[in-house]
Nanobody, 120 residues
Framework: QLAESGGGSVQAGGSLRLSCAGS???????MGWFRQAPGKGRERVAL???????EYVDSVKGRFVISKDNAKNTLYLQMNSLQPEDTAMYYCARGRSGWCSHGVMSYAIWGQGSQVTVSS
């Protein structure tokens, strides 16, 4: 299982850090953060593979940082300079291998989500 924490409400320009931990965390697999805004599909936000190579969707590059602490079995997403368009439910997920794929269907295990709301 995976469980997210750290969401909340902030004003534009603020920061939040999401955490994801649980028995399904595995450093040898791709781990990722996704988000889903009301009325929209689930969007890939940031991924980190088994070699700690990261990638980000263009809209968050330079503002968000994905990282992991294998000793704590925890995945993080540091979100800075938050904007109203970042408002969404954020999910962590575990991939099916050490390599990261972009498609949502490539992720086998999901957390329950953590709400992030950014006001202008």
């Amino acid at each position: 299982q995976l469980a997210e924490s750290g969401g909340g409400s902030v004003q534009a320009g603020g920061s939040l850090r999401l955490s994801c931990a649980g028995s399904a965390y595995y450093s040898g697999y791709c781990m990722g953060w996704f988000r889903q805004a009301p009325g929209k599909g689930r969007e890939r936000v940031a991924l980190i593979d088994s070699e700690n190579i990261t990638e980000y969707v263009d809209s968050v590059k330079g503002r968000f940082v994905i990282s992991k602490d294998n000793a704590k079995n925890t995945l993080y997403l540091q979100m800075n300079s938050l904007q109203p368009e970042d408002t969404a439910m954020y999910y962590c997920a575990r991939g099916r291998s050490g390599w990261c794929s972009h498609g949502v269907m490539s992720y086998a295990i999901w957390g329950q989500g953590s709400q992030v709301t950014v006001s202008s």
